[in-house]
C-alpha cells in the first residue's frame, strides 16, 4: 500500500515537473548561428586567416630546409663515413645531433601548441572572435532571445531554418566596421 502511494505521488511530481518545464520552455526564444559561415563570411577574419597561412608557410618553409640540411650530413657521414677519421666523423656526428637538437626545439617554438603560430593566431584572432560575440550579444538583447545556440559543432541538432539568425549577425558585423 505505501509503494503504491509512493509511486503516485513520483508519478505525480513527475507531471507536473514536466508540465512546469514545457511550460517555461514554450515561452523562450532560442535562436541558432553558424559561427563557421560568419567567419568565412566575415572579411577581417579572412585577412587575419591569410596572414597566418603567410606565417605558417614562412616557418615550415624553414623547418623544411633544416631537414633537409641534416639529411644531406647525415648521408655525407653514411656516404664517408669508411673514409673519415674517428675524430672527424665524431665532429660530424656531433654537427648532425645539434642539428637535430635545433630541428626539435624549432619545431617546438614556432609550429608547437604553445609556439609562436598558435600565439600568433590567439593575438589575431581573439579581437575578432570578441567583437563577433559583442554583436552577437547585441543581436540576441535587441531581439529578446533567451539562448543563442552555434549550430557548429553538434549544438544544435535539428532546427528550423526561420530561426537561424547568421545573416542577421552578419549584417550587424557590416555595421560595425
Known amino acids: 500500500m505505501k509503494l503504491s502511494k509512493m509511486y503516485v505521488w513520483m508519478l505525480f511530481i513527475g507531471i507536473f515537473s514536466f508540465a512546469m518545464v514545457n511550460h517555461g520552455y514554450a515561452q523562450m526564444k532560442i535562436r541558432y548561428i553558424d559561427s563557421q559561415?560568419?567567419?568565412?563570411?566575415?572579411?577581417?577574419?579572412?585577412?587575419?586567416?591569410?596572414?597566418?597561412?603567410?606565417?605558417?608557410k614562412t616557418y615550415e618553409t624553414e623547418f623544411t630546409q633544416?631537414?633537409?640540411d641534416a639529411q644531406k650530413l647525415y648521408e655525407e657521414i653514411q656516404n664517408q663515413s669508411l673514409l673519415l677519421s674517428p675524430e672527424k666523423k665524431a665532429e660530424k656526428e656531433?654537427?648532425?645531433?645539434?642539428?637535430?637538437?635545433?630541428?626539435?626545439?624549432?619545431?617546438?617554438?614556432?609550429?608547437?601548441?604553445?609556439?609562436e603560430?598558435?600565439?600568433?593566431?590567439?593575438?589575431?584572432?581573439?579581437?575578432?572572435?570578441?567583437?563577433?560575440?559583442?554583436?552577437?550579444r547585441k543581436v540576441?538583447?535587441?531581439?529578446?532571445?533567451?539562448?543563442?545556440?552555434?549550430?557548429?559543432?553538434?549544438?544544435?541538432?535539428f532546427a528550423k531554418p526561420d530561426y537561424d539568425i547568421t545573416d542577421k549577425v552578419l549584417e550587424e558585423l557590416g555595421k560595425a566596421q
Open 140 to 157: 540576441g538583447e535587441q531581439e529578446g532571445y533567451d539562448y543563442i545556440l552555434d549550430a557548429v559543432g553538434g549544438v544544435v541538432l
Open 94 to 115: 656531433s654537427e648532425l645531433q645539434n642539428l637535430a637538437t635545433q630541428l626539435e626545439r624549432y619545431q617546438y617554438e614556432k609550429l608547437g601548441p604553445q609556439g
Open 37 to 56: 559561415k560568419i567567419l568565412d563570411s566575415y572579411p577581417e577574419f579572412q585577412e587575419t586567416q591569410k596572414k597566418l597561412d603567410e606565417l605558417r
Open 66 to 68: 633544416m631537414q633537409q
Open 117 to 136: 603560430l598558435y600565439r600568433k593566431n590567439k593575438e589575431l584572432t581573439d579581437p575578432i572572435v570578441n567583437k563577433i560575440n559583442q554583436v552577437i
